[in-house]
C-alpha cells in the first residue's frame, strides 16, 4: 500500500511539472466578468453573479505592483518547470472562479483584498499576461513560489523568479510604460503607486534551516538576518532611484507553527517550534528598523513594515475569537498535522477551509489572509504596520 501511494503521489508531481499550464485556459478577465460570493458554498450553482471589471469605488492609486513568492504568487509559477505550483485542484476551490489560479490557497491571498481596497482589479500575474500596457496599467504580479532573497534559495524546487529577477521584470514594465505614454505620465504613475513587497521566508525553509552549504556554520541567526534585510534594503533603494515611492514591506509568518515543522520536530501537542519562530521574530525587528532607517534616508518616501508575526500569533492564540476551531492541522496534506506531504488532490482536503488557520503545510487558509490584510489596510484587528497603515498612507494627502 504504501509503494502504491508513493507511486501515485509521484505521478501527481510529474504531472505537475510537465502538464500545460492551466492558467492558460482561465484569462485574467475572467476573474473581473463572474464571480461567486467567497461566503456561499463551493457547490452552488446560484451564487454566480456578474460583477463589473472595476470595483465601484474609484482608485486610491494608479496601480498596485507585487513582488514576493508563494504568499502573493497569482500563477507565475504555472509556467514554469516546478514543484512549486497551484494549478491543480484542491488549490482555488474556495476562489472567486472555483478554480485553481497559481494561488496558494483555497480562495484569494492577501493582495487579492487590498487591491479592491484601493479600488482596483485583481493584479494579473506577469507572466500570464498579453505583455500590453492595457494590461499592466493597474498593476502586475512577479512574485513566483519558491522565491528567496538569495538567488538560490527553494531551487531544490525546480525553476523560480528570483527577488532581484522580478525587480528586473518591473523595470523593464517601466521602460514599456516610458515608451508607450510618455517618461512623464509614466513616471507619475510609478510614483503614485502602490508596491508590496511579501519576501524572505524560503531563505528559511529551503536555506539556512536546510544548512544548505554548510550556512549555519558560517552565519549566525542574526548575521544571516542581516544580510537578508540589508540586501532588502537595498532593493527597495534601487526601486526608489526608479521613482517608486510607496512601498508596503511584509514581515515573516510564524512558520515554526506551520504543519510541516510540527510534523518535522515532532510537536507533541502541537507546541509551535521557538527555535524557529525566535529567528523569524529577530529577522522582523531587524526589518522594522530598517524601514525606519530608509524613511529618514529617502526624501518623499512613503514605506511601512507590516509585521506578519505578531497579526498571525494574535490569529493563533485567539482562534476561537476569530471564528478558527482547528490551528494546528493543514486543511490539506497527509502525515501528522498534514505536513508531512505537500496538498496534491482534492482526497486530502478537508471539507470545510474556513474553520482551519493553515491551508496546506506553510500557507494560510482564505479566511486567515482576510484578516491579515484588514490588518494592513486599517490595523482593525490587531496593529501590525509601522509607522502606519495602507489606509493612511494612500488617503493621507487626500484629506
Known amino acids: 500500500m504504501a509503494l502504491n501511494l508513493l507511486v501515485s503521489l509521484i505521478s501527481i508531481l510529474m504531472s505537475s511539472i510537465f502538464a500545460q499550464p492551466r492558467a492558460l485556459q482561465y484569462p485574467q478577465d475572467l476573474f473581473f466578468t463572474e464571480f461567486i460570493n ?60 472555483q478554480l485553481p489560479t497559481g494561488r496558494f490557497c483555497n480562495g484569494r491571498i492577501p493582495v487579492d483584498y487590498l487591491a479592491l481596497r484601493l479600488g482596483l482589479p485583481f493584479v494579473p500575474s506577469y507572466l500570464g499576461q498579453s505583455g500590453n500596457v492595457e494590461d499592466m496599467i493597474h498593476g502586475v504580479n512577479y512574485a513566483s513560489a519558491g522565491a528567496g532573497i538569495i538567488f538560490s534559495s527553494g531551487s531544490e524546487l525546480g525553476l523560480h523568479i528570483s527577488f532581484t ?30 508596491f508590496y513587497l511579501s519576501i524572505g521566508i524560503n531563505d528559511y525553509i529551503h536555506y539556512y534551516l536546510r544548512n544548505v552549504s554548510n550556512v549555519q556554520n558560517l552565519f549566525l541567526p542574526w548575521s544571516f538576518n542581516k544580510f537578508l534585510a540589508s540586501t532588502i534594503k537595498l532593493e527597495i533603494k534601487n526601486l526608489y532611484n526608479i521613482n517608486v515611492r510607496k512601498v508596503v514591506v511584509m ?36 526589518m522594522r528598523f530598517m524601514i525606519e532607517e530608509l524613511g529618514e534616508e529617502l526624501p518623499d518616501s512613503n514605506i511601512i513594515f507590516c509585521d506578519v508575526f505578531e497579526g498571525s500569533m494574535d490569529i493563533i492564540k485567539n482562534h476561537r475569537l476569530y ?50 490584510a484588514d490588518n494592513v489596510w486599517n490595523g482593525l484587528h490587531t496593529k501590525m504596520c509601522y509607522p502606519m497603515n495602507l489606509k493612511d498612507m494612500v488617503v493621507s494627502k487626500e484629506k
Open 165 to 194: 529577477q522580478q525587480i528586473q521584470q518591473f523595470t523593464d514594465t517601466y521602460q514599456q510604460f516610458i515608451l508607450s505614454m510618455g517618461e512623464h505620465r509614466a513616471t507619475d504613475l510609478i510614483t503614485n503607486s502602490v
Open 38 to 97: 467567497p461566503a456561499s458554498s463551493p457547490t452552488s450553482s446560484t451564487s454566480v453573479s456578474p460583477t463589473p471589471p472595476f470595483p465601484e469605488t474609484p482608485p486610491l492609486v494608479p496601480a498596485f505592483f507585487v513582488i514576493g513568492d508563494s504568499s502573493v504568487d497569482c500563477g507565475t509559477n504555472n509556467y514554469l518547470a516546478t514543484l512549486a505550483r497551484a494549478d491543480r485542484p484542491p488549490y482555488g476551490r474556495d476562489f472567486d472562479t
Open 323 to 372: 471564528g478558527f476551531n482547528v490551528t494546528t492541522d493543514a486543511c490539506c496534506g497527509l502525515g501528522k498535522y498534514r505536513g508531512w506531504i505537500m496538498c496534491l488532490s482534492p482526497d486530502m482536503a478537508c471539507s470545510n477551509a474556513s474553520s482551519y488557520i493553515w491551508w496546506d503545510q506553510f500557507h494560510p487558509t482564505a479566511e486567515v489572509n482576510a484578516i491579515l
Open 251 to 286: 514581515g515573516l509568518a510564524p512558520i515554526g507553527c506551520s504543519p510541516h515543522y510540527l510534523w518535522q520536530y515532532s510537536s507533541k501537542n502541537g507546541e509551535c517550534i521557538d527555535s524557529i519562530n525566535n529567528v523569524v521574530r529577530e529577522f522582523n525587528f531587524l
